[in-house]
């Protein structure tokens, strides 16, 4: 079992900047992808970015590209989602995320089996 636990939301000025993390604990194999998506009110939960926790491959959202950046330390079982350049559409509830065995497409929320209780980015204009 692997419980996931996000931190490191809060407000911020839009251009600002948040460093979110995610502290797993239990069993993360290398063959895990780990996934950050993100929940505004009255919206779909939607992929952000994920990272294979074996490897350097990494994927984003078109709408973070460029102002995102996950990264991840295996020693300490944590991974992290550096937010530059905020803007207010990115306002939102930010859950960490793992597949146990790439299910195939990192973007579907279908396809992680374990979930962290999400952290609240609110970004101010």
């Known amino acids: 079992q692997v419980q996931l636990v996000e931190s490191g939301g809060g407000l911020v000025q839009a251009g600002g900047s948040l460093r979110l993390s995610c502290a797993a604990s239990?069993?993360?194999?290398?063959?895990?992808?780990m996934g950050w998506f993100r929940q505004a009110p009255g919206k779909e939960r939607e992929f952000v970015a994920a990272?294979?926790?074996?490897?350097?491959?990494?994927d984003y959202a078109d709408s973070v590209k460029g102002r995102f950046t996950i990264s991840r330390d295996n020693a300490k079982t944590t991974l992290y989602l550096q937010m530059n350049s905020l803007k207010p559409e990115d306002t939102a509830v930010y859950y960490c995320?793992?597949?146990?065995?790439?299910?195939?497409?990192?973007?579907?929320?279908?396809?992680?089996?374990?979930w962290g209780q999400g952290t609240q980015v609110t970004v101010s204009s």
């Open positions: 990272i294979r926790w074996g490897g350097s491959s990494t």
């Open positions: 995320a793992a597949d146990r065995t790439d299910s195939g497409s990192w973007y579907y929320t279908r396809n992680y089996d374990y």
């Open positions: 239990g069993r993360i194999l290398s063959s895990y992808v």
